[in-house]
């Protein structure tokens, strides 16, 4: 994209991350290889948390095309809500589902900072890879936490970026697959799609769920350190 000297911040962020997202997304993270296996290391890391292993309705903040569903090990009762700010981008990902799944599964577009759902709606919240992406990270943790019953869970996979361990995969692995794919500058699209940092977003999470019961595991090391691992879960039980 060259840039126009005349588009304002706003147009050229969302012109290029719709082009990111609209033709490069999938392609970059679901095609497998190394970039494949760690999108699948994530994506497993929050079904090995649950306790409550049959709820009745789920809610997965930031679903995308429903990337997470294969990996479900407990089907809900009712409901499974995936809403994400666009529409599905591909149907791959729900093409083999079992169909006591996918009728289980819908769709949803809304915003993580302003839920259209009531309060104490869901057994189990969760996202994958959200909080480095939205404007306002303390909304989402509040809304998160809203719609949650008491005795629910709740759980966040934050990945550790820009931390050292994160770094030094992105430069060997990420950014050469993503040239690959594209045009635009991968340490661009990290710019203008990470806005929050890693520290800030579990200083938050502390902050929110300060009365609840909240443990944070770090994967893959175990360390208590974001710069030497590659994701962080927060996982929660509403008190």
């Not at 719709?18 to 999108?39: D, H, K, M």
């Not at 966040?156 to 970026?161: A, K, L, Q, R, S």
Request: net charge positive.
């Amino acid at each position: 994209m060259v840039m126009d000297k005349y588009q304002s911040a706003t147009e050229i962020r969302e012109k290029l991350l719709s082009e990111y997202y609209s033709s490069t997304y999938q392609n970059y993270l679901f095609n497998g290889g190394s970039q494949g296996r760690g999108i699948e290391y994530f994506e497993k890391a929050v079904e090995k948390f649950w306790k409550i292993e049959i709820p009745a309705r789920v809610l997965e903040i930031g679903g995308g095309s429903g990337e997470h569903l294969k990996y479900i090990n407990y089907i809900p009762i009712d409901e499974y809500i995936s809403l994400d700010i666009r529409a599905p981008q591909s149907t791959s990902h729900t093409k083999e589902l079992p169909s006591e799944l996918l009728n289980k599964v819908k769709f949803v577009i809304g915003n993580a900072q302003s839920l259209q759902f009531p309060d104490h709606e869901f057994d189990r919240v969760f996202t994958t890879c959200l909080l480095h992406h939205v404007d306002d990270v303390l909304a989402v943790l509040l809304e998160a936490r809203r719609v949650t019953r008491v005795g629910g869970e709740i759980a966040f996979i934050v990945p550790t970026y820009p931390g050292l361990l994160n770094q030094f995969v992105k430069r060997i692995i990420s950014y050469p697959k993503l040239r690959r794919v594209t045009k635009t500058r991968p340490e661009l699209l990290y710019a203008l799609d990470h806005k929050n940092h890693v520290g800030s977003i579990l200083e938050l999470i502390r902050f929110v769920f300060s009365t609840d019961d909240l443990e944070f595991y770090y994967r893959p090391s175990r360390l208590k350190s974001w710069n030497l691992n590659l994701l962080v879960v927060a996982k929660i039980t509403k008190k």
